[in-house]
């Protein structure tokens, strides 16, 4: 029977090049009378999703990313159409939402990173639009939407699949357990891919991260001050001029990371303990220099992060290494 009904529809395409579902009077090319499924569709901006390339031609692989400028819409009849542009007037540019994943568990009923609550304050400057969107300090976006996951998500997904849903991923703070040498890989793949990561250590923490990037030995325990370098990133940007050997104050325990312990060419932003010594503070490594590190994750809790306006050294500071990230993703 469903060889039959193949046969008819065929013939009925053939001599009216219309087809008809649970209809004998197709009033367009295709015309279904039904519910309609589609078990599969394409994420907006999601690589190698299609074959379609933009000038319409097939291309020989799935290797194409899919880019959503129109919106699908119906009339009275269930005719379908489209309007141009996306859901609420957004069309695609470069000026756009970006979104920040992260990875932390629970540490005094808190997630250290950003995005969690653990910064409460911080992750407010950072969705203020007056400090990140069209009409605020840093105007190359639209805003900054957070985005948490769990170690199977992360596991579950490639690191393009993660390019293809956030732009910057925190690796945060677990009390108990570091993400191991597995799920960094797949992170480091992701920044291969032009994606942003911020490391934040602590005393002893994050080890795996810190040598997945390249870094020797391990994370152990450092002071909670690091004070910054004259002309680095941080020091200069949108936020303000902030001079050198101002101290960038984190909060309780704090990670360390000699200098000779850093990846070939890392740059050091800022130093613990001063501008001299012998321990990195924060620093930037990685394809494109897209990855960063913070010494310590208090440094986004400490009580110099006050209140949505950005004026203290320490907010032009890090808001400053926020634009400079949003910028390499951009």
């Known amino acids: 029977m469903k060889k039959i009904n ?18 004998i009077n197709p009033s367009e090319m295709l015309d279904v009378n039904g519910i309609e499924r589609i078990r599969e569709l394409p994420r907006h901006q999601m690589n190698n999703s299609i074959f379609t390339k933009p000038d319409g031609s097939r291309s020989n692989n799935q290797d194409q990313t899919f880019i959503a400028t129109r919106t699908l819409v119906a009339d009275a009849n269930g005719v379908l159409g489209y309007i141009d542009g996306l859901p609420g007037g957004i069309v695609p540019s470069t000026s756009k939402r970006k979104t920040i994943g992260y990875w932390a568990g629970l540490w005094d009923g808190n997630y250290y990173a950003l995005g969690g609550t653990g910064f409460p304050i911080f992750n407010l400057q950072l969705q203020n639009k007056l400090n990140y969107g069209v009409n605020g300090i840093y105007n190359k976006i639209d805003g900054i939407d957070f985005l948490q996951f769990e170690t199977p998500q992360i596991n ?21 357990v570091d993400l191991d040498a597995t799920t960094i ?22 080890t795996p991260a810190h040598q ?23 020091s200069n940007g949108v936020f303000g001029t902030v001079a050198g050997n101002t101290p960038i104050t984190g909060m309780q325990t704090a990670g360390r990371i000699l200098n000779s312990q850093l990846p070939a060419g890392a740059t050091i932003l800022a130093r613990e303990g ?6 990195a503070g924060i620093w930037t490594t990685g394809a494109n220099e897209r990855v960063i590190f913070f010494w310590d994750e208090g440094v986004f809790r400490n009580p110099n992060i006050a209140g ?7 907010e032009k500071y890090l808001h400053n290494i926020m634009a400079y990230a949003l ?3 951009n």
Do not use: E, H, M, W
């Open 212 to 234: 997945g990037f390249g870094g020797a030995g391990s994370v152990t325990s450092g002071t909670g001050v690091s004070y910054s370098l004259a002309g680095t990133i941080g």
């Open 327 to 329: 910028d390499k993703v």
């Open 6 to 23: 193949l046969i008819a529809i065929l013939v009925f395409t053939n001599a009216f090049s219309q087809v008809g579902i649970k209809t």
């Open 274 to 279: 001063g501008i001299t010594t012998t321990q």
């Open 156 to 176: 579950s997904y490639t690191g393009a699949q993660l390019k293809s849903i956030v732009d910057i991923f925190c690796i945060g703070l677990d009390p108990f």
């Open 185 to 206: 890989t797949k992170i480091k793949d992701f920044t291969d891919l032009g994606g942003v990561v911020i490391v934040l250590l602590d005393a002893n923490r994050n």
């Open 308 to 314: 949505t306006y950005i004026n203290t050294d320490q």
